[in-house]
């Protein structure tokens, strides 16, 4: 098994542009979260779903959209990305309490 | 905000010695859980404590958690070089189900000198 698995591992910006970050499990996880990690700090829930077809907003919503299609898959968009969006972005996955973690979307916006 | 602070921001111990680590937190909580992060990677479950639990043990990892204190502790004994790591507490809500929602602290960052 991949396990989670990340796509890109490193991405760079200019201010106003979109992309797409992937997340993809093999594990059969219902559920599956983003985070993103600042310089020195722990992580903050982005967005969440529990299950295909149902997304939540996290504590920091603001500026991402996510869809949960298929159990598979739970990707990230950033419409028009901001320099305060430079940070490293996680997606995990779970069945219950216990999440496993990707290894990382590094991203760097000018 | 963060719903766990973590104590110390920073540790730096010898090979040998045991490391201790703090997390309190605000809110009533299901369980608390431990994870490692080596530089520059992802998250690793290291251990589980739910809120009716008082101590957990796992290899050299002992975690003890206080739900009047709302504080819980890290034990890593005999540490060894390897075990240089940033470790985060991350707690899932005390409502409904939690899964897919962890609330982390900010870390302590341990470094051991061979």
């Known amino acids: 098994n991949a396990g989670v698995t990340q796509t890109p591992k490193f991405q760079v910006l200019k201010t106003g542009q979109s992309m797409t970050l992937q997340c993809a499990q093999d594990m059969n996880h219902e559920y599956m979260s983003w985070y993103r990690q600042d310089p020195g700090m722990g992580l903050r829930l982005i967005h969440y779903s529990v299950g295909a077809g149902i997304t939540d907003q996290g504590e920091v919503p603001n500026g991402y959209n996510v869809s949960r299609s298929t159990t598979e898959d739970f990707p990230l968009r950033l419409l028009s990305a901001a320099p305060s969006q430079t940070s490293v972005y996680f997606c995990?996955?779970?069945?219950?309490?216990?999440?496993?973690f990707g290894p990382g979307t590094r991203l760097t916006v000018l | 905000s963060q719903q766990g602070e973590e104590d110390p921001q920073a540790l730096s111990i010898q090979e040998g010695e045991n490391a201790t680590m703090n997390c309190s937190y605000k809110t009533s909580i299901n369980n608390l859980q431990w994870y490692r992060q080596n530089s520059g990677r992802g998250l690793v479950h290291l251990i589980l404590i739910r809120s009716n639990e008082r101590e957990k043990h796992s290899g050299r990892l002992r975690v003890t958690l206080d739900t009047s204190k709302k504080s819980s502790s890290l034990l890593i004994t005999a540490s060894r070089a390897a075990d240089t790591a940033s470790y985060f507490c991350a707690t899932g809500g005390a409502g409904g189900t939690s899964y897919g929602k962890l609330t982390f602290g900010q870390g302590t960052i341990l470094t051991v000198h061979p």
């Open positions: 995990a996955s779970s069945r219950d309490n216990e999440q496993f």
